[in-house]
């Protein structure tokens, strides 16, 4: 494993277990326990139905939309590169009494550790920033999907991500694209639910990207574009300024410009 997806690793490893313990609420594990379904409003308006269908988690975290879905119907497997992960997943599937298969494992190798017949590919917040290679991120879910099978991918908008808060004002600080050989270097020394736990592995490495290169792997891949939304929310505080929106979503403040702070598609797998 090259040095920066083992800080990256090291890193989530200790966030999963920090997460699962949710002491902020930010995850809202009680209120999931108790029967809510707690993926965020932007997925609930757009995910398709699931009920019945067999759906692949890619970067499934500590597994809580895995079960979202899976109480909804599908049948489910969450994929994720951090065994801490992958253990607290299993144990909140306990602890919720669902049924919902987690495979340790990078994503790339998706089709050779999860198989290639499945309707859906959910993916959302806080992903493909971890990934050096969106070419075989593309052809990961496509070899995951039958014919006909569908990509539903929320995260965070690229315009956004090349912001920064400085000085009580939003200023471009990142270039808009990565190399894979220098990706952003960035030293947060606790996680950012608010838990104030201290990171030990805090380095961690991140790639930033243009929707192009999203959009241009996947119909490279074989899957054709659905539709494309933007949206003025996200479900974290990008910025020290972004204010609640409602659903445990933020945005950004009276008086600032307004801009995309995230995007989310749908693509179906055409050959």
């Not at 309707?119 to 917040?125: E, H, Q």
């Not at 806080?126 to 990509?151: H, S």
């Not at 659905?226 to 910025?239: A, I, K, N, T, V």
Request: net charge negative; aromatic share 10%; glycine share 8%.
């Amino acid at each position: 494993m090259d040095p920066f997806k083992r800080s990256n690793r090291q890193n989530w490893d200790e966030r999963a277990d920090i997460h699962a313990l949710d002491r902020t609420g930010f995850y809202a594990v009680d209120a999931f326990l108790a029967g809510a379904d707690t993926l965020y409003p932007i997925e609930k308006a757009e995910i398709v139905e699931v009920a019945g269908l067999k759906l692949a988690h890619f970067q499934c975290h500590i597994g809580i939309d895995t079960l979202c879905l899976a109480r909804r119907g599908a049948v489910a497997t969450g994929i994720d590169f951090s065994p801490r992960a992958i253990a607290q997943a299993r144990a909140l599937a306990g602890r919720a009494g669902l049924t919902a298969d987690f495979v340790e494992g990078e994503v790339y190798d998706a089709p050779a550790l999860i198989g290639d017949d499945f309707d859906i590919v959910f993916t959302s917040w806080g992903t493909i920033t971890w990934l050096d290679d969106m070419t075989a991120w593309a052809e990961a879910i496509a070899g995951v999907l039958k014919p006909g099978g569908r990509l539903y991918f929320a995260d965070t908008h690229p315009t956004a991500m090349q912001h920064e808060e400085i000085g009580g004002a939003l200023r471009v600080h990142y270039d808009w694209r990565s190399a894979k050989e220098r990706p952003e270097r960035f030293a947060a020394p606790t996680t950012y639910t608010g838990d104030e736990t201290p990171l030990v592995a805090f380095n961690t490495f991140e790639w930033m990207r243009g929707i192009s290169d999203v959009i241009g792997a996947l119909l490279k891949a074989g899957l054709s574009l659905d539709w494309l939304h933007e949206h003025e929310e996200l479900p974290y505080r990008l910025f020290p300024m972004m204010i609640p929106a409602g659903g445990r979503m933020f945005k950004l403040p009276p008086g600032v410009p307004r801009m995309p702070l995230a995007f989310s598609l749908q693509a179906t797998r055409t050959r």
